[in-house]
DNA sequence: TTAGATACTTAGATTAATCTAACAAATTTG
DNA sequence: CAAATTTGTTAGATTAATCTAAGTATCTAA
């Protein structure tokens, strides 16, 4: 069984898996805020379990095996998410550090007994698709806003970046998932994006959060 | 800010000295499954972080920063315990492994929400009293059924031994806390006794088990 | 195409938590 | 009370996870 430390190598490999495609040892180490001797070590125990396969000067890539423990541990943490948020009442800005503790607990009817609760989510509080019982996960195909036209109508379904900060901007603009907004006018000098919805009929928002935001089409 | 490890220490500590008086070295090693060398140089660790007072060849003694530290720990597991019982399901038999590994997690909020959301309870699924978010506990006087007369009637308000097995045996009996016993007779050879309560009519317990079972005289 | 920069590895040290072996102190008991 | 037993301590090793320093491989770009 990976301890809490190795669970974590095999998330952080199996998100930047995901981000980026080839995954080196620095890109490893930066992520994890290690040393990229550190790394290098993890990732040679890592491979004797099984769980990677490795060779020297070449990217790290996961086995099907190392695939299935990260999407678990990953399960877990989303899981955790949408329990805080939706049963005991935290903010979306709030769970991500509680939710890096519990995803490490080993407890089978502790998070079966969350996913009932929650009558089985297919995504967390961000948008994230949450992975299934045996480690396999659903990929959506959304857009960031930031390739949307001007005129489009397209509801608000996931972010690609959870920070805290981040979601606070979100929070200060009342921008939540499945929101419809609409696609007023573009800047061409920085891609600003001007967007309505709710009560809000007018707000500027920067390429950087356009780029950071998921949505579907809806209209137009 | 103690480790899990640490945590765990000053957890057996409070306990022991909770249900002996004094605290050997070798009484915490055993209680903790680990050797008396590993007890010993932690117990110095401890003292060098203010949490007990230890001199050579002595019992080992929390201060009271270590008493807090300790009763902080047992709330969050006693918390955990009662959460899992009344929120999620679990039987009273299921929760000690699942809160043995929460009980480490640093959350306030969580625990705090637990806390609300159970309205604020007193005492966890086995009776035992939860310490206030201050570290101070409640002291009950309980009574060992081995303790009551024949003819007296009781009521099950904690255990003094919570292990699964123990838990499991009351199970088979549905033998729950809050319950209303009526002592029928105490056998003069092996001190069992034998009860009635709910559509119970004569069950025999014997002494170790009565020993476990503490109450609250209602009757006669 | 080779010099310089970047990425990676090796070597060796550190810390927390554990162990066993050997010795020392304290307690119990004949 | 002295011997035997129990309890506690010291010394030294081990493992997981980390680090820094130093050297090597790979990539990039003049």
């Known amino acids: 069984m990976a301890s809490s430390t190795e669970e974590n190598y095999l998330k952080s490999l199996f998100n930047?898996?995901?981000?980026?495609?080839?995954?080196?040892?620095s890109d490893l180490a930066q992520n994890l805020h290690v040393s990229m001797p550190t790394a290098n070590s993890m990732v040679k125990n890592l491979q004797k379990q099984g769980w990677v396969g490795y060779e020297k000067y070449k990217p790290v890539i996961l086995t099907q095996e190392g695939k299935k423990a990260a999407a678990l541990v990953?399960?877990?943490?989303?899981l955790t998410?949408?329990?805080?948020?939706?049963?005991?009442?935290?903010?979306?800005?709030?769970?991500?550090?509680?939710?890096?503790?519990?995803?490490?607990?080993?407890?089978?009817?502790?998070?079966e007994r969350m996913?009932?609760?929650?009558?089985?989510p297919t995504i967390d509080p961000h948008g994230s698709p949450i992975p299934d019982a045996q480690?396999?996960?659903?990929?959506?195909?959304?857009?960031?806003l930031s390739s949307c036209k001007v005129g489009q109508e397209v509801q608000l379904t996931a972010l690609t970046n959870s920070s805290t900060e981040f979601l606070e901007?979100?929070?200060?603009?009342?921008?939540?998932?499945?929101?419809?907004?609409k696609i007023h006018s573009r800047e061409a000098y920085d891609q600003s994006m001007?967007?309505?919805?709710?009560?809000?009929?007018?707000e500027?928002?920067?390429?950087?959060?356009?780029e950071r935001l998921l949505v579907r089409v809806i209209g137009k």
């Open 169 to 181: 901007f979100l929070n200060g603009r009342a921008l939540r998932l499945g929101l419809n907004l």
């Open 135 to 144: 480690g396999r996960i659903q990929e959506f195909s959304y857009l960031p």
């Open 81 to 111: 998410e949408m329990f805080l948020v939706k049963k005991m009442g935290f903010g979306w800005e709030e769970v991500h550090e509680v939710a890096e503790q519990i995803e490490h607990i080993h407890a089978p009817k502790f998070f």
């Open 194 to 202: 001007v967007v309505s919805y709710d009560d809000h009929p007018s």
């Open 16 to 25: 930047l898996a995901n981000e980026q495609g080839e995954v080196s040892i």
């Open 204 to 210: 500027t928002l920067s390429e950087k959060v356009c």
């Open 74 to 78: 990953i399960r877990k943490h989303r």
């Open 115 to 120: 996913d009932e609760m929650l009558g089985f």
